[in-house]
């Protein structure tokens, strides 16, 4: 090699609507997932990285309502896009939505290191079956891998969501 520098192709800036909110990204490398974006550069922690390979669901966020497992998108790929992760889904005074207490009511937040992935599957799932079977809860859980314990407090907490939801509460 000669000791040339390679340079580094660097994107022009762009703008992300996470949350509904507008967030400029600059200088970001092309490469760049929009896991890594959300979470260093936005300052959005609440998508995890896990295997980054799109295997355990701890990214998922919502772009133009699509679950996507954020780490398989490129950020700048997202633009002109609306992007939900976790921290969008509750109110402006951070109220929980009803999917969350039912997490928090059912036990199922376990470690917690899944949980955000599993609110957005759930929050898909219920806007698009809103009173699913369970083989659709699990089917619509299978792209989350819990390491704690298991799936059965996860699937309480879905059933009690779609409880609140039947009787006429919270959506």
Excluded at 31 to 37: A, C, F
Excluded at 46 to 60: D, F, L, T
């Amino acid at each position: 090699m000669s000791g040339a520098t390679v340079p580094t192709p660097v994107a022009p800036s762009y703008v992300l609507t996470v949350n509904g909110t507008e967030h400029g990204v600059d200088a970001s490398w092309l490469g760049e997932s929009l896991l890594h974006v959300l979470r260093e550069r936005l300052g959005l922690p609440g998508s995890k990285a896990g295997c980054e390979q799109g295997e355990c669901g701890s990214c998922s966020v919502l772009v133009d309502g699509d679950l996507v497992c954020a780490c398989l998108v490129l950020a700048a790929a997202a633009v002109g896009t609306e992007i939900t992760t976790v921290e969008g889904l509750a109110d402006e005074r951070g109220t929980f939505t009803d999917v969350q207490q039912a997490f928090v009511d059912a036990g199922a937040v376990q470690c917690g290191f899944c949980t955000p992935g599993l609110v957005v599957a759930v929050h898909d799932l219920l806007d698009r079956v809103p009173e699913p079977t369970d083989l659709e809860v699990r089917e619509a859980l299978s792209g989350n891998l819990c390491r704690c314990t298991g799936y059965g407090r996860v699937v309480a907490a879905v059933e009690a969501a779609v409880a609140v939801r039947t009787s006429g509460g919270a959506p």
